[in-house]
């Protein structure tokens, strides 16, 4: 019964109608001791097709019954009447329209107060009870046999039905549930959000599949578990809200997985962020605050990175079990916690470590070292002075974790994390997280350390490669740049070059070996060497490229892009190859500056692959601006924008050739670009 129902029941007035009888729809039918109707209800009607008019008075075996079937309907009749014993079962009737339908029928004897005996026939539609009955088993078996935990909720939330399997779940009998609500059975629980959602579909009627939640139950009380819930609104035939169905899943494994799985996410995207943030520049103290900076605050709440001071000088250092280390404070990052930043000191101060502090053991042992739970005492070993622990201890440092930057066999120095504000201590995934970064940012940290003097090597080596040429040879009028990517970056290998040919012809060439350093460089030069070789023979540009992409393909792992072209002033026309470079660009009086429409062909070293020649019209005072992609490529613009921007300044009015040259690299060489540049531009003279 639900709440409704036993109300009305206490207050006296009439509960609602039920709808399962109104499904059944139960005729009845009384008989005299003749077998005569004297009574015919509208289900009657119904069920055999008569109205009333034409079966009271009748015979029932000559309306309801068959000829064939007569005489066992009248012993029937004659047996109750006699015994006063019910007769229950299925019995074919006959309908008005003709044919036969099995009727479920429950008769039994009645007597009034004048001791008048009467027959009392209850039927049914036979397919309809058997239709009824099977769904009843059926959900009775369902939901006994279920492995998901179902229950029944009436208007006041109190519990109606339980299933065995919430029995379980919940950890409590099912009759302990009966009559009660969740807040009286399960009060570890949000009740308060169980609440409203229930009364929110029985508000609504509209279903709530698949709610995640949380909480505890007499089950298991000292274990966190999940479910997933869905809730429906109950109504009868009639629309009249009878409740809420609830069917709980436990998901406890599957949201531990998930919960494992995001944290496994995050670490890899932490390891991605940190690969594409980390070593951008070959700069020492950039790298340690980019690696800060991926620290926090996704692994600590503070972050300091700090060297050796002795590494930090170009030494290889070793300490002894009883040497202090000295390091160099190179960055710090805090993650709203000020006290434990101005606790790790700023950036450039050089501290003295005692041997019994957590890192020293760190960078002296090449280990990490994790304190899960900090108390009073651990903090004197990890703050570098006593002010500074007060410091920590003001700030609520709660965990530590120190990490050695190792590179090549050599520790550099540490990482040292600490939380605060994160309540969580470190753990063993933090640890190996935490290596990983360590690892990654130190083989930057050591590539800075020579980096300087490779640096010096290289850009000596390249510039005494790079031509000087006069600003007029030939027909052209020509003028030149070569800029590295900055003071702090490694040289490439960009080239230039300008080769008087025979007959006034001038060859132009602009390339650009794949790399840096003093390998790229040394490439640069072979190469450039080879086309001035092989510029002599008056070649046609592809099969020059051609040869030089053989000679390329027997260096070791190189590849490198290239357009050459020629000028011949008596033709008034340029016969330019391209392999695999961004084209040049041709500026005529008159006319808007064009990207030159050559077929792209393949970097030189790939092997194998033709090139072509085009042949260009280059008239006296027309343009060639050849480039490499140190001009035009930045990270935050696709290379289209930037092809635009150029030609948007060759677009002007005409200019003195060093100035042009100045103006492209002032307006188009980005700072943060971190490639170098050699830029060629040429003028057809009269």
Not at 66 to 84: K, S, W
Not at 263 to 278: G, N, P
Not at 462 to 470: A, F, G, W
């Amino acid at each position: 019964m639900s709440a409704a129902g036993s109300s009305a029941a206490e207050s006296g007035d009439p509960a609602g109608p039920s709808g399962l009888l109104d499904v059944l729809n139960v005729a009845s039918v009384v008989l005299d001791t003749e077998g005569r109707i004297v009574l015919w209800s509208p289900q009657a009607e119904e069920l055999f097709g008569y109205a009333a008019q034409e079966a009271l008075g009748r015979y029932a075996a000559h309306v309801m019954v068959h000829a064939r079937d007569a005489d066992l309907a009248v012993r029937l009749f004659a047996d109750v009447m006699a015994t006063g014993r019910s007769w229950e079962g299925a019995f074919p009737i006959r309908h008005k329209d003709g044919g036969t339908r099995l009727v479920e029928f429950r008769n039994m004897r009645l007597i009034n107060d004048r001791g008048d005996v009467y027959a009392l026939g209850l039927a049914a539609d036979r397919s309809t009870v058997r239709r009824l009955e099977r769904d009843v088993a059926l959900s009775t078996r369902m939901v006994a046999q279920s492995p998901i935990g179902l229950a029944v909720l009436d208007t006041d939330l109190r519990f109606v039905s339980v299933n065995p399997a919430l029995a379980r779940i919940n950890g409590l009998p099912a009759a302990d549930h009966l009559g009660r609500t969740v807040r009286e059975v399960l009060p570890l629980l949000d009740v308060e959000g169980l609440e409203a959602a229930v009364n929110q579909v029985l508000r609504t009627g509209v279903p709530l599949v698949d709610h995640f939640t949380q909480g505890r139950t007499p089950a298991d009380p000292h274990e966190e578990h999940a479910w997933s819930l869905s809730l429906y609104r109950l109504e009868d035939a009639r629309g009249t809200v009878l409740g809420v169905a609830a069917s709980v899943l436990d998901v406890t494994d599957q949201h531990r997985a998930a919960v494992e799985a995001e944290a496994a996410r995050r670490r890899l995207a932490l390891v991605a962020d940190a690969s594409a943030r980390i070593g951008t520049t070959l700069d020492l103290e950039r790298t340690a605050r980019e690696l800060a900076d991926v620290a926090v605050p996704e692994l600590a709440d503070v972050a300091a990175v700090g060297l050796l001071d002795a590494v930090v000088a170009g030494r290889r250092s070793s300490l002894g079990p009883a040497e202090p280390a000295v390091l160099r404070a190179l960055a710090a990052r805090a993650d709203d916690a000020p006290d434990a930043l101005a606790a790790a000191g700023p950036p450039g101060e050089v501290a003295r470590y005692g041997p019994d502090r957590l890192v020293t053991e760190c960078v002296r042992t090449g280990e990490p070292v994790m304190v899960t739970q900090v108390k009073d005492e651990d903090l004197a070993r990890i703050a570098r002075s006593p002010e500074a622990a007060d410091l920590l201890a003001r700030a609520g440092v709660h965990s530590y974790l120190a990490v050695p930057l190792i590179a090549r066999g050599e520790v550099l120095g540490a990482l040292e994390l600490k939380r605060a504000r994160n309540p969580l201590p470190f753990g063993l995934d933090d640890l190996l997280l935490a290596r990983e970064l360590a690892a990654r940012a130190a083989v930057h940290i050591d590539n800075a350390r020579w980096y300087q003097n490779a640096r010096n090597t290289a850009l000596t080596l390249q510039r005494s490669l790079l031509p000087s040429h006069p600003p007029v040879t030939g027909g052209l009028e020509v003028a030149s740049r070569y800029q590295p990517a900055g003071a702090t970056t490694e040289v490439g290998g960009d080239w230039f070059d300008v080769i008087p040919l025979e007959d006034g012809k001038t060859a132009l060439v602009v390339g650009d070996v794949m790399g840096s350093g003093i390998d790229a460089a040394a490439t640069m030069g072979r190469l450039r060497t080879a086309t001035t070789t092989l510029a002599s023979l008056d070649l046609d540009p592809a099969v020059l490229l051609e040869h030089l992409d053989r000679i390329t393909s027997g260096l070791d792992h190189s590849i490198a892009t290239c357009v050459y072209a020629v000028h011949d002033p008596r033709l008034g026309r340029c016969r330019i190859a391209n392999a695999g470079h961004l084209p040049p660009a041709r500026v005529r009086a008159g006319r808007p500056p064009e990207l030159l429409d050559l077929p792209t062909g393949a970097p030189l070293g790939v092997g194998g692959v033709a090139f072509s020649t085009t042949d260009v019209e280059f008239a006296p005072g027309d343009q060639l601006v050849l480039y490499t992609d140190g001009l035009v490529e930045t990270r935050r613009h696709s290379l289209d924008e930037r092809l635009e921007a150029l030609l948007a300044l060759l677009d002007g009015p005409t200019r003195p050739l060093e100035e042009l040259c100045d103006l492209l690299l002032r307006a188009l060489h980005h700072p943060d670009n971190h490639d170098d540049v050699a830029l060629l531009v040429a003028r057809a003279r009269s």
